[in-house]
């Protein structure tokens, strides 16, 4: 006997059906030719089927094969009803792959992520037909790390992991966010500045040009700087790191024996008294106080410290050795030991002395003089050089003299005879110049040691210079005093001629 199949979704069957069954129920056995149940048609009729081949009696069109109006109700191949997970698509299916497949559900409808019917032959972990907290879009539940970014589940990004601009959290990458996103450019991340991370995201290090004051940087300019040292602290003297920038030659972190407290190497002479160097005195050369060695003047030590009155310096004080008492012991004419007498004039007050290694520096001429005696002034030359005809410039000699200051903060020059102004002897009687380069103290140049090769003319003092009366063919001025250093020179002329009205080339 053959026995209908129940739908598996027919919802809509019409009423009908429940005859066709009570029908069915009364059908004999297969091979058997005797006439069928006879039942009762929707509109009263009486319909007898044959079983086993015989022909149905009946209204044609009351026939059981229309079961419903408008529906057979049957499988369209067997004549059975409809059934989800065959194998065949009828009625309503829209696919039917007898289960669960990647292409068909389980309902047999189309497997789609969003349809509310999860299938994981399709993969789908999940369907909630959309994002939620529980399912990503694309139907895979979700993981911070998956690559979808589920904003349901709170992720803001999710690009499988760190990118340029996702973090591993699923939060956008963002310098600062306590995360450190290598892909990002970060190095490091420690919410803001650290001891050991920039706000940049960089590992903290001086010099890197980004201030960290969380890593004890006090100023950072990326290198050493004129303000700031390549310890990121200000550059100051006295803090022990060299920085040529802000004008440091050394730092030793206060006075050393190679640097002084001024951050200036440590030279005997440089003006800077540096006690830890050994210097006991530094007054950038011999004066009255000091030594050239930057120690005390004491005759008999062996440094000749003519500022302080020393006139030789054989370091001992024992007479007769041609220095007693750091004066030179010669004849009342005599150039000083070391230097050769050229030529002395007639009356025997002046000299001219040479010096025979020209070592000598012209600013320092004066101690070749003999004892007491100094460098002429040119009142004092043309007063006394009567007869004196000692052959000067060209291939001769050049004689330098006092040393005047020149105006206008030019320096120094001595009056010197030989190449300028025509003089050929030292009889001559040039006008005043102050020609050869030169220093002194009250004003000082840049010409150094020079003109090694000069000789000195030398005077005795004018005899009275110092008594505070101009009353002397000799005298230029006179302040009562043999000072050196003030406006009236130890010689009674004017240190700067120009600023008293006393014409003088190159003066």
Known sequence: MMIARTPSRSPSRSPSWALVALALLALGCPGDDTTGATGTTSDGTTSTESIGGSSTTGDSS???TTV?????????????SPTCGDGIVDGDETCDDMGESASCDADCTAAECGDGTVNAAAAETCDERGETATCNVDCTTPSCGDGVANAAAGEQCDDGGFSVSCDDDCTPAECGDLVINPNAGELCDDGGASASCDADCTPAECPDGTLNEAAGE???EGSQTATCDLDCTPAECGDGYPNGLAGELCDGGGETAM????????????????????EQCDDMGAS?????DCTPPLCGDGVINGPAGEQCDDGNLVAGDGCDGCLIEVGPGDCAPGFTTVSTAPGGTMVLCDDPTNTTCEEDLEIACPPAWGLCSRLQHVNRNTGWNVPVGG????????????GGGGGAGHYTLGPYDGVTSLENDPPLNCGYGSSRPSCPSGFGCNELTVSAICCTPTPSCGNGVVDSVEEECDDGNLSDDD????????????AHGVPGIGC
């Open 395 to 406: 291939a001769g000699t050049i004689a330098v003299g006092e040393i005047y200051c020149r």
């Open 259 to 278: 640097c002084n407290a001024d951050c200036t190497l440590a030279q005997c002479g440089d003006g800077v008294l540096n006690v830890t160097a050994g």
């Open 218 to 220: 006090i100023c950072d």
């Open 288 to 292: 009255p106080q000091c030594d050239s």
């Open 62 to 64: 009351d026939s059981a």
């Open 487 to 498: 406006d009236c020179l130890n010689s009674c002329s004017w240190r700067v001629p120009t």
């Open 68 to 80: 419903a109006e408008g529906s057979s109700g049957l499988d369209s191949s067997s004549g059975a």
